[in-house]
T-cell receptor, first 113, second 117 residues
Framework: GEDVEQSLFLSVREGDSSVINCTYT??????LYWYKQEPGAGLQLLTY?????DMKQDQRLTVLLNKKDKHLSLRIADTQTGDSAIYFC?????????????FGTGTRLTVIP | GAVVSQHPSRVICKSGTSVKIECRSL??????MFWYRQFPKKSLMLMAT?????????EQGVEKDKFLINHASLTLSTLTVTSAHPEDSSFYIC?????????????FGSGTQLSVL
């Protein structure tokens, strides 16, 4: 099966930048996603990146993709207390048009006021 | 963006009863919906793929007679946990893919917290 690894916990101070990392083993997918899950809620799609891109910036979010090392990261600038949540990277299960996603183990981000 | 409505958000039931969870795509058609289960502090586990008008495809280890899935229309899929037991207590999340879009983006419901007493 697919392996998508993430560090489990991250604590940062409000206003600092947060960097959440994801390492995967499969490399056949066209997209990679970042989802946010607030306590007791479903997943919210935050952003995504095409596999032919190295970087994508979307307001406070920056996604970096290193295909050679199979490493994906999500940087949140000026982290706010409302950013406290679990963040999952996700990867489609195979070729384009595949139906489901594999999810990383999730990183719990805690923002300290 | 696309919205997926999942209902109920929380349900408490007695052991042995059945619970139905609904997943609706509100502003798009979803030929395929997915049901996930999440254990506390764990990632999502895909349970089954729900296909409109046909039988669901279950992942290995998921009992299809236990978790009944019905996808009767392009906007509605239901998951019924039959004869629920305490070990079925979990957070269940559905997701849907827009049939009109060519990418793999999934839109998720807000989840259902099931507690079986």
């Amino acid at each position: 099966g697919e392996d998508v690894e993430q560090s489990l916990f991250l604590s940062v101070r409000e206003g600092d930048s947060s960097v959440i990392n994801c390492t995967y083993t499969d490399s056949s997918s066209t997209y990679l996603y970042w989802y946010k899950q607030e306590p007791g809620a479903g997943l919210q799609l935050l952003t995504y990146i095409f596999s032919n891109m190295d970087m994508k910036q979307d307001q406070r979010l920056t996604v970096l993709l290193n295909k050679k090392d199979k490493h994906l990261s999500l940087r949140i600038a000026d982290t706010q207390t409302g950013d406290s949540a679990i963040y999952f990277c996700a990867w489609p299960s195979g070729q384009t048009g595949a139906n489901n996603l594999f999810f990383g183990t999730g990183t719990r981000l805690t923002v300290i006021p | 963006g696309a919205v997926v409505s999942q209902h109920p958000s929380r349900v408490i039931c007695k052991s042995g009863t059945s619970v139905k969870i609904e997943c609706r795509s509100l502003d798009f058609q979803a030929t395929t919906m997915f049901w996930y289960r999440q254990f506390p502090k764990k990632s999502l586990m895909l349970m089954a793929t729900s296909n409109e008008g046909s039988k669901a495809t279950y992942e290995q280890g998921v009992e299809k007679d236990k978790f009944l899935i019905n996808h009767a229309s392009l906007t509605l899929s239901t998951l019924t946990v039959t004869s629920a037991h305490p070990e079925d207590s979990s957070f269940y999340i559905c997701s849907a893919r827009d049939a009109q879009q060519s990418n793999e983006k999934l839109f998720f419901g807000s989840g259902t917290q099931l507690s079986v007493l």
